[in-house]
Every structure is written in C-alpha cells, then in structure tokens.
C-alpha cells in the first residue's frame, strides 16, 4: 500500500496547555475553534445536545523521526512489556493520529469546549464525532495490567 491520503483539519485546539505531558488531562479545558472559512455555527448544530465527543487530531510536534513502526515499551518504561504500536495510544504512531473522548462543556458559534482532551495548543484537529452508547464496545472490555497502571494519573 502506498496510497497517500491528504487531510485539511476543521479547527484548532486552544488550551493552556503547551507541552505534551504524560499525565493530569482530566480536568484540562480546551476550546477547538472551527476554521471559519470552511464552516459556520450550522457544523456544531445539536451537537450541544450529547454529553461527550470524540475528538480526531494529528500529533503536530511529534517529529516523523521518532515515528515507531515496531514495537517498544510504553512510555520507554522496562517494567512494562514491549508491545506494538497499535497496542498503545503514544504520539509516536505512524500517522500521528490522537483519538480522546471528552466532556463537552459548551458550543458557541463556531466554538467548541470540552474537558479532557490530551491535546495541546495549536494541535490541529481532523474530525468530531459524537459519542454515541451504540458505537461503545459491545460486551466486557478488557487491557493489560500494564496499560491500567500507565493510565492511573492520565485523567
């Protein structure tokens, strides 16, 4: 495969939040604002009306040679297993793609924000989507117990 897919981002993240922290995401606020010559208030019309979003976005600041293809420790920590890139969520993913659910706090015009979005400033978002009970996993979830200890302080 080595087709190339070209994305434009419908907005930008606005937070205080500068750098890419491992850990206290929960109760961040962030406004993404809609890039204004592509959409009007009319694209975040009854998205009011939902609890939470999902918010797509690209890991800007991560550099493309730090990008993994393999496997590694999460967070480079040796107690945890090596596993595969798609087996975490890091920044360092071959697309630099981010996916987070969060709280949707207000809409206003072309102004969306939510809490608990793990994006900093500038980050460019690709899409939104609603958070809808039907597209949540279907039956029991579970991880490794790595993963559960990497997640302990993330929100």
Same mark, same amino acid.
């Given at each position: 495969?080595?087709?190339?897919?070209?994305?434009?981002?419908?907005?930008?993240?606005?937070?205080?939040?500068?750098?890419?922290? +491992?850990?206290?995401?929960?109760?961040?606020?962030?406004?993404?604002?809609?890039?204004?010559?592509?959409?009007?208030?009319?694209?975040?019309?009854?998205?009011?009306?939902?609890?939470?979003?999902?918010?797509?976005?690209?890991?800007?600041?991560?550099?493309?040679?730090?990008?993994?293809?393999?496997?590694?420790?999460?967070?480079?920590?040796?107690?945890?297993?090596?596993?595969?890139?798609?087996?975490?969520?890091?920044?360092?993913?071959?697309?630099?793609?981010?996916?987070?659910?969060?709280?949707?706090?207000?809409?206003?015009?072309?102004? &969306?924000?939510?809490?608990?979005?793990?994006?900093? +400033?500038?980050?460019?978002?690709?899409? &939104?989507?609603?958070?809808?009970?039907?597209? &949540?996993?279907?039956?029991?979830?579970?991880?490794?117990?790595?993963?559960?200890?990497?997640?302990?302080?993330?929100?």
């Amino acid at each position: 495969m080595t087709e190339t897919i070209t994305m434009t981002p419908v907005g930008l993240v606005h937070t205080r939040r500068m750098a890419a922290e +491992d850990d206290a995401w929960g109760p961040e606020a962030a406004d993404i604002v809609l890039d204004s010559r592509r959409f009007g208030p009319a694209a975040l019309t009854g998205l009011e009306a939902f609890s939470h979003v999902e918010v797509l976005f690209h890991f800007h600041q991560a550099p493309a040679e730090t990008v993994e293809t393999g496997a590694r420790h999460p967070r480079g920590n040796t107690a945890w297993p090596k596993v595969g890139i798609f087996a975490q969520r890091g920044k360092d993913r071959p697309n630099r793609i981010g996916a987070t659910i969060c709280e949707i706090l207000s809409v206003d015009g072309t102004t &969306l924000t939510v809490r608990g979005l793990d994006a900093i +400033d500038g980050t460019p978002v690709l899409d &939104l989507k609603p958070v809808m009970a039907g597209f &949540l996993p279907r039956g029991p979830l579970h991880e490794p117990l790595w993963a559960k200890e990497l997640m302990r302080r993330y929100w």
